[in-house]
């Protein structure tokens, strides 16, 4: 199936399904009367609710439009996420049947042997596939997986006890040590449920089937809310590894039952009857008010996930206090803690964020999980905010760090996302599966769910993120239809032109991303040059657009060399190169033979014009515009010579050779060769 | 008592008790025979061995000096064993009984409350701190030590076993678990035991008294022997925790006994009856034949004392596998592994060595036991070489990444020696104690040990490895006596007087060590200069030597600027300063007000000789050279600005700053304040 007859199976429907006709119904109630136990398909709300459901929330200044209102067509993420439908998305359905995942539900019902498969987390790579096939269902990708996958969801819910619990480990012996202190503090029991439910409503929304939607709702209901929470006859809570926070007002937002906001905001406030060291706090990212937090520290998953929870929260009950911590904490995060991949967590002990500026180059964990909630977490603030620096760091995640945690093939993940590699330290970098396989869901369900990334809707009119060849077919907030059709060979190249196509002549607002690293960047509507073009801004169009209406857009994509804060003490003396929203790096086999990355720098002396020269390979990584650059290699240095020796300038010594770029997200995907992303300048 | 009074309690006896006189018993039984249970004092060899004692070691090519025969007197290293014999030893004993590790020994006959105390190798705490007197003991140090050491080791022997075991923490319900495969691999029994026999050495060897070796060697005779080893009717043994195989040699050089040198010798090859995973071999550093390895991994102290019990093996048995490992992992240290204060371990994870050239300086580990190790190991490898290089590395461990170990007061020791800090991060450097408090003792033990690592003596002279203020009251191994006084000011001046006074008029070499850090050194005897002196090594200076006779050294003592292999990515663009055998730092709080070290670089543009100016200040840190160097700063990088922003050359911008530098033993002895080793180099 090609992504043309994908396109042609889209109807320029228009379907303006009011979001204000059922927002007159009391909050708790409003989608509840309508329910029952069986799929019901009559009720179309679901088709209309994207990765969040903001429609409704007070302080969403953006709403997100559903995925399957974006069809991504040929080009870069076109590639992308065929590859992850086609081949991800199935062979780890495979894998997790092959390593037990499967069986860890089908033992509890006598279908399989007794032997439980994987760590406590186990559940929570099902429910994660699950969310992938959601997404991917939503854009109509392969409606083949939907029988699969609603067998996979019955043999999860026939393991659900009368009470609602429903968790493969802690059963049997370990049943009695369900959420004791300890275990809530590792035993990601909330963990999997969090992404049991935000997997059950990527489905839902996909397909209307609230099997595992209603199943989460009755642990919720019938063992979480009666048994736990802040009053004195209830059992505390400490989240452990937070997720559950975001998929529980996501199960707000979905269901209007404002009991689930609230449990939400009772475990970020944390709960002081659960005594945990000191360093659990950092670590876990919870257990005290989330308010109180000031710095980003500890588990890089858990602080992304808890503060994507703390914006759902602020996004529907407006608390300032939350923001203005959001706020401090995001300032954290792109002053002093996130790689130029957009990765975070600089540490492998704790699989942690660092001290402020410590973000070494080889030893860098940079999770795939971790960029996942880098992104995540930007797409709140930035739906909270519509402001273009959020957008900005999902670009920079999502094109870099998180892009390549995926195999060109589609196959093969990283967990840690190193800045740096040496493959002779014997570090396998790339594989097919891990014991905690955290990380190859997540890529997959983010890169099926990216349609939804592409747009949102303001009151005034529409907001455009993502730049690919793609076509909106969705409305304005107030309900006029509306196509937008992206034609561009982005990131590549810099232009894109983008019809916009009102079903009739409409005022609105069309906000068009200025990326932060772009310069020089010209913009045209119907041929006419608009002023006022800002980097790092969204620039706002305002017209009475109508059908044959065209935006054009050029960006600047001189390759830019970035320096790095000096504290930053790895990069120091360093340069990193990027084009456009990507970030390059040097890998050893594209060297000429016998030079060592290790030897080799950049000669910056005779300014930009001439630093680079740009060229299309259609035949390496899958096409990608390769950057050479007349650098210099000093064997002196680091293949030859001692530990420490005197200090001498080494530009004398130094001889020219062309040094060849390719974009990061593309590295290892060859042989195993040393690899760096920063490289040093060449000395005066 | 000043050191003064010492001095005149010592007289110039040249005691030359002919090592050959009991050479000639066999081996197995040339001291045995004269021993009882009851401390024997009429014996005197214990007082002729030294460090090592490797007077019949037929492969060691040098011979260490009794403690005893050294006096150090005022000076560099004299201020500091004065206050670790009148400050740190004294206080550690109050540290260890008030955190319990000797009620851990009374408890166990019902003298004491019944907890156990502190982690499973607690009871190594207490045999370090007896080496440590035993060694202070051997100087003549702070006698009245004696009566307390000596009812701690009754107290120690006490809970002995009629089987030999002796152990505080396998008893009771953890008795079953002794020497069981998973607790060799953790539980420290055998770590325990060798320190125990190390204290025990060092105490008898300081007063004759047997009570703690003869323990020791119920331990070894009596459980260990009996029990474990290569036979089908024993069981293995995984050593855990590298350690006995150090001590086991020099109990077979104190006793003769060539069993335990044949077990050090079956320990080091690892019995594969014990299985574990593969990590595990590198991280304990022992399991797999010593002479397999090729690199130097895993746990920092565990791999240096392997490496150290790996050359005591060798200098006993000659097998030249075992040379040739030692000088694999040897090149591997020097050329890849060593901070350049010769400090080991780059990662706090697994306290381990890091890939090659991973030394970052903030998150460094460098704990100072391992710097120890490392000492230790380089003694051992001079010992059997005479090769300067090992001495080299010696001084840059023991001026450095140990002595930074303990504050000057001698009360606050550092576990970790990183090269860069920042204390916002709130860590706390230096503290009085550790609940796994190996690095204190064992720091207490090597500064007490210091006089016998001055001068070795060879078959046809004296080698004088350290220089300081010192007398050497000793024999040529012709049974010559021999006085040799250094009168020096080192290392703050580079000038050394050596009166060699031989009892009459000798035939002999004296080797003067040549550091490898020296250039332009000068030596005079008697005042007529000599040629041929090369860094790096021995100063071979034959002749008839004769009372009156002198030698004058001069090193030129110009701060030298040192360079990294660029492969050490954190160091690129940096230097570090080093005059004499100080590494220096700069200490934020020695800086004009305002400048931040993140923001400072050094101005190299103008050649050596105007690059710093010394001052000697008696009112700083006990007295220091600091040196000043007009440098620059930039503020617009660190403390201003963004974490990433394009390239632009820096120095325009960039004023002049005095930059104040300090030895990097002594940092963080005042308030705390950032440091840093490595400086940027200010870019033309």
Redesign the interface.
């Known amino acids: 199936m090609t992504k043309q007859s994908q396109i042609s199976r889209r109807q320029f429907v228009g379907t303006a399904i009011s979001a204000a006709a059922v927002g007159s119904l009391p909050m708790q109630n409003f989608l509840a009367s309508s329910w029952g136990d069986t799929p019901n398909t009559s009720n179309p709300d679901w088709k209309d609710e994207g990765v969040l459901f903001v429609d409704k929330s007070p302080y969403a200044k953006l709403r997100n439009v559903p995925v399957r209102a974006v069809t991504i067509t040929q080009g870069f993420w076109g590639a992308r996420r065929e590859i992850n439908v086609d081949k991800s998305i199935p062979s780890m359905e495979k894998l997790l049947e092959s390593n037990g995942r499967m069986n860890n539900y089908l033992r509890l019902v006598g279908k399989s042997d007794a032997q439980q498969h994987g760590p406590v987390y186990s559940d929570s790579d099902v429910y994660k596939w699950t969310e992938a096939v959601g997404f991917a269902l939503q854009s109509g990708d392969r409606p083949e997986l939907r029988a699969l996958t609603d067998k996979i969801i019955k043999e999860v819910v026939a393991v659900q006890e009368p009470s609602g619990y429903l968790n493969t480990y802690y059963v049997g012996d370990h049943a009695k040590e369900r959420m004791d202190p300890d275990v809530q503090r590792w035993g990601h029991e909330l963990y999997n449920l969090g992404h049991m439910i935000q997997g059950a409503i990527a489905y839902y929304r996909a397909t209307g089937d609230r099997t595992l939607l209603d199943a989460g709702i009755r642990f919720v209901d019938g063992y979480l809310l009666p048994n736990f929470g802040p009053g004195a006859d209830k059992k505390p809570i400490f989240s452990g590894h937070p997720e559950i926070e975001l998929a529980l007002v996501e199960l707000y937002r979905t269901t209007g039952d404002k009991r689930y906001l609230e449990f939400a905001g009772y475990i970020l406030q944390g709960d002081d009857r659960i005594k945990v060291p000191q360093r659990a706090y950092v670590y876990h990212f919870c257990g005290i008010p989330f308010t109180s937090r000031t710095h980003l520290e500890g588990h890089a998953v858990r602080a992304m996930y808890a503060c994507c929870g703390a914006t759902d929260y602020y996004l529907e009950t407006g608390d300032p206090s939350y923001l203005k911590t959001l706020n401090v904490l995001w300032d954290d995060l ?3 803690q ?1 790689y ?1 991949t957009g990765g975070v967590g600089a540490r ?2 704790g699989e942690a964020f ?5 973000l ?4 860098a964990y940079g999770e795939s999980c971790a960029a996942i909630g880098n992104m995540m977490w930007n797409w709140r603030m930035l739906t909270a905010t519509g402001d273009a620096k959020y957008a900005d760091v999902i670009e920079r995640a999502l094109y870099n760090g998180i892009n390549s945690g995926m195999s060109l093939d589609g196959t093969l993940y990283c967990y840690r996302n190193p800045l ?1 590699f ?1 493959p ?2 014997g570090d396998q970098i790339r594989n097919p599966w891990y014991d905690t396989t955290c990380c190859p869901p997540n890529l997959e369900r983010t890169f099926a769910s990216l349609p939804g990334y592409f747009y949102s809707t303001s009151k005034d009119g529409l907001y455009l993120h993502l730049y690919d060849n793609s076509q909106l077919d969705w409305h304005l907030e107030d309900g006029t239809s509306l196509r937008v059709v992206q034609k561009t060979n982005y990131p590549w190249d810099g232009t894109a032109e983008i019809a916009v196509t009102p079903a009739k002549p409409t005022e609105f607002t069309f906000y068009l991303r200025i990326p932060g690293w772009s310069n020089g960047t010209q913009v045209a509507v119907n041929g006419k040059p608009i002023s006022g073009v800002t980097p790092g801004q969204y620039l706002a169009l305002p017209r009475r657009w109508s059908p044959g209406d065209e935006i054009h857009v050029k960006f600047g994509m001189t390759p ?11 990069d ?5 190169v990027q084009r456009g929203p990507l970030v390059y790096c040097l890998e050893q086999l594209d060297q000429p033979e016998g030079v060592a990355l ?2 080799v720098s950049m000669d ?1 002396r005779h300014g930009p014009a001439s630093q680079f020269q740009e060229e299309f390979r259609s035949d390496v990584l899958g096409g990608i515009v390769m950057l050479k650059h007349m650098g210099a290699v ?1 064997e002196k ?2 293949s030859g ?8 300038p080494n530009t004398p010594k130094a001889r020219q050779v062309e040094l060849r770029f390719i974009p990061y997200y593309a590295w290892a995907n060859r042989a195993g060769t040393p690899m760096q992303v920063w490289t ?2 060449l ?2």
Chains 1, 2 share one sequence.
């Open positions: 792109v002053s002093a996130m130029v492998s002990q660092g001290d402020s500026y410590e070494p180059n080889f030893t740096a040496d002779s330290g830019q060399v970035i320096e790095a804060n000096h504290r930053v003490v790895e120091y003396g360093r340069v990193a290790y030897d910056l000093d240095s680091g010579g001692g530990l420490y020796y005197p200090y001498t040093p300048i000395r005066a």
